[in-house]
C-alpha cells in the first residue's frame, strides 16, 4: 500500500442531499493518525467536527477521538438546544466533551499526556452558521470568488501575523508554526472562540473544516477555489495528496470536511 493509499475515510463520503459533503483523512508521512472527523445531519441543522490530537505516543490520537466521539453523543441529546440556543449549547458540549475525554484518558492511559485541537460548525436548518474552535485547526467559509471567513488560530503565528510581522503566506512553513496558545488538554479548562455569523449561507456557498496539515500548504486563492469543486471527493483526494507532496519528506497527517450547499 502506498503513501496515499493508507487513509481512514470517517463515516459517509458520498455525497449528501441538499448540498454536496467529503470527509477525508490521511496519515501523510507520520506513523499514526493523529487527527479526527465527525458528522451529524439532521433535520435541525448539521454538525461539523474536526479535530488535531496533540501529545506522546497515543496520546494526541486518544484526545482527539475521545473527545469527537463524546460531542457527538452529547450533540444527539440536545439538537433541539442546537437549534434555539447555538452559542450556549456548542459552548457547552465543549466543555462535557473535554471532561469526557480528559476522564477517559486518566482512567484508561495514565500519565498521558494528550491534548487536541478542534474546529466546529454547526449550520442551522435555515443556513445559519455558528462557529467555534480551539487551536490552529481552520474553519473556511467561501462563496465561489472569495472568501468571506476564516477562524482565527490560537498560535504563536497568528500573534505574528495579527501584528504584521508575518504574511498570510509565510505562516505554513514559519518556524513558529505548530505553537499553539490554547488546546483541549486533560484537566484543563476549555476556552474557545465563538461565533454566530449575521449573513446566512447562500446556495454555492462553501465550509470547509481542515487540520494545519491541510492549510499550512494549500493557499488562500487555492482554498478559494474549492468553492468550484464539482465532485468532492475525488478533487479533495487531489488537493490533499497536493499538502501532502508540497510537505515532503514529512508531512503532518491532513484531514478535511467540504460541504457545498
Known sequence: MNLFERFSNIFNRKPI???????????????????????????????????????????????????????????????????????AALISLTEQAAKTMSEKIIQEHPGIKAHTTCAICWLSSDNKLSTLHIGD????????NKL????????????????????????????????????????????????????KLSKGDTLLLCTDG????????EIIS???????????TVWIKTAIERAQPRSDNVTAQLFIL
Not at 151 to 165: A, W, Y
Not at 214 to 221: L, T, V, Y
Not at 226 to 236: G, H, V, Y
Request: charged fraction near 25%.
Open 17 to 87: 442531499k441538499p448540498g454536496k459533503f467529503t470527509e477525508l483523512s490521511y496519515v501523510g508521512h507520520r506513523d499514526t493518525n493523529q487527527d479526527y472527523a465527525v458528522h451529524l445531519f439532521t433535520p435541525q441543522g448539521k454538525l461539523f467536527i474536526v479535530a488535531d490530537g496533540l501529545g506522546g505516543h497515543q496520546g494526541g490520537e486518544l484526545a482527539s477521538r475521545y473527545f469527537c466521539e463524546a460531542f457527538l453523543i452529547f450533540a444527539r441529546q440536545n439538537l433541539n438546544k442546537l437549534k434555539k440556543q447555538p452559542e
Open 137 to 144: 485547526t481552520r474553519i473556511y467559509w467561501i462563496s465561489p
Open 148 to 199: 468571506n471567513w476564516r477562524s482565527r488560530d490560537h498560535s504563536v503565528i497568528q500573534m505574528k501575523l495579527d501584528r504584521g510581522e508575518i504574511t498570510e503566506q509565510q505562516m505554513g512553513t514559519h518556524p513558529d508554526q505548530g505553537a499553539l496558545t490554547r488546546s483541549i488538554g486533560v484537566g484543563n479548562k476549555v476556552n474557545p472562540s465563538f461565533k454566530t455569523h449575521s449573513q
Open 214 to 221: 491541510f492549510w499550512e500548504r494549500i493557499s488562500k486563492n
Open 226 to 236: 474549492l468553492a468550484k469543486i464539482k465532485k468532492p471527493e475525488k478533487e479533495m
